[in-house]
């Protein structure tokens, strides 16, 4: 079992900038996909941005220019570097590890964007 440590959520205002981090608590398989969804009061859960064990990267046109994520693979860790947020970016944030076709999730972390 792998366990997802999140942390780096927060309050920030708008135009503000986050970085979420997200750790496995063990070496992972070498082919994986490890990216962030979010999930807002009401609202169903979405993605927001993944990254392949190979660097390739895939974006929510909702953060796109304004959202960069990114790996270690050393240290089994991914980022989310967050800038430019906006009110609608309010939501708690999920780690996911995908390996084949088993997900690992995180335990979440709150984002909050408010003046």
């Known amino acids: 079992q792998v366990q997802l440590v999140e942390s780096g959520g927060g309050l920030v205002q708008p135009g503000g900038s986050l970085r979420l981090s997200c750790a496995a608590s063990r070496n992972i398989f070498s082919i994986n996909i490890m990216g962030w969804y979010r999930q807002a009061p009401g609202k169903q859960r979405e993605l927001v941005a993944t990254v392949t064990s190979g660097g ?40 996911n590890l995908r390996v084949i076709s088993v997900d690992f999730w995180g335990q979440g972390t709150q984002v909050t964007v408010s003046s």
């Not at 693979?73 to 999920?94: G, H, I, R, W």
């Open 56 to 95: 390739s990267e895939d974006y929510a046109d909702s953060v796109k220019g304004r959202f960069t994520i990114s790996r270690d693979n050393a240290k089994n860790t991914v980022y989310l570097q967050m800038n430019s947020l906006k009110p609608e970016d309010t939501a708690v944030y999920y780690c």
